[in-house]
């Protein structure tokens, strides 16, 4: 399974994203690491030209949320996505919030998954288990 | 190259000299305008007779010079094919087309036009012969990413040489499916950066055949045994060696004003960019902005753009200027043209690249716009630009190319690779 990721927007942190990468590894992904300042567009082309099943977006410096408010129109422009599974996690907002307004309201941004500062971890089995709902899912029609 | 220009007699010694011309390399650039010949010790320059084969027109103003090297010593590269004329479709705007536009340009490609597959028909058809167009998308994982509707398109299409660099999965479907096609590697590895070497030898022979077949052009082979290269490509293998002949301090952008069209040669410092190669510096080209061929586009150009008109208030003239032939309002159009491909680059427009303006330290001009302005009439627009555009009181340094140094050392550095 092909995962695309990286830092989106003026976001340096390149150690989180670096882990990302190798927990991917580790888990049996096969993963296309875009690096830190990656703008919602190259996200999206990456996707495109690699054929990934997910678009894992980080954010460590809070700005995800300006950037995520673009996400729905932008992925309306591209006509093979639609079923790429869309994930965000790090620390998504600038200041403090709790996950339970957070979670929500990115979810109405376009994402399926949202971790809120959840550990890695935690947030890659989300990842799992998401996938094998939507394999179950395939299967049933 | 320190000698003065212009039409410089050769003393007689030199034109007696056999031996010594035959240890001597001869460079010529054949411009859309100029040409221009380089030896060791002269330089000379001539406005060309548009009436004449260029050949005949070369014979007839330096027959002498040219006749004194054999033709293993002389280096020809040229512009004045008019370069080819390019279609790139690929599948994003981020990865493939730009891929294939930045390798294309850095062939010496000047036309090129793009087609995002996924809206590919939306496009219309353009109507004019296309002497080649180029297939990109996906890595080589990643198949099934073209169609029908890619081969309903090239089949209403009119072009002369076509070639597929995109994923391995959909090569053969692609070569079953296209008349002709070439299949070369991928221009993305796996790791989604780019792989220039393939396409960039295929683009430089295409360029190759083309002047051959070009009546005008393969005459010049009469005169030479040495391959034509195209200019531009030359003058990007000048830029690594620029420290040579001008203290330039990097970043730095080279500004190629000429006849036709303008070049940018720019340091890859100066580009927040996914393009990860291994040039150190990459090139663009605006096909309309040039000063002869091009003037009537550049004057469209100058006219959409809000700023022309306080600075031709700052030039002290009106836009009657445009309908002028004199000097002075070829001047007004160069300085024009430094304006709008600065605009054209900033973060002012949104363009295929954008260059971190406020980071160059130095802007290297060269071709016909260093014969006509002098170094403050370029620094007084090039002030204006940044007061302007970029708000700012930043002033890089301005470095005049007027001996055509840049042009020799690419054509020196050419020949010693070969």
Redesign the interface.
Known sequence: MKVVTGVVGNDIHVVANRLIELSLNARGY?V?N?GV??YL??F???A????ADVLMISSLNGEAEGWSREVKLLKAK???LDDIIMMIGGNLVVGTGNAEDIVPRYKNYGFDIVCHQVDLNTGLDMLETLIKDREIEARNK | MTSPLNNVEHSDSEKNSATKASKEKLLIDVGSTYFKLSTANNLEQHFRDFNKDILADLMHKCGDTIDSFGKEDVHICSSANGGLTTLIIGITNTFSLKYATNIAFNSGINIIDTVLYQNIEDYSLPSDLIDVVIIVGGINSNGNVFSDSLYNYLAQLRYSNIVFVGNELDAPAIQENIANVEILPNIIDDRLHIVEQHLREYLTNLYQKDIEGKEDIKHLYDITSNQIFPTPYVVNKTLPLIDAKFSVVNPFILLDIGGATTDIHYSKDLVDDNLVTENEYDRLVFKKLGVYKSKQSLIFAAKSNEFVYELLMHLKVTENIFEEQTQKATKILMQLAIFLVLCKISHYKKAYINLKLLSINSIVLTGGITKVLTGDEIEDIISFFYKKILNSEHNPVTVLDSNYDIWTLGEQGKELCQ
């Open positions: 096969e296309f875009l300042n990656t567009e190259e999206f082309d990456a495109v030209e690699t054929g591209y006509k093979h």
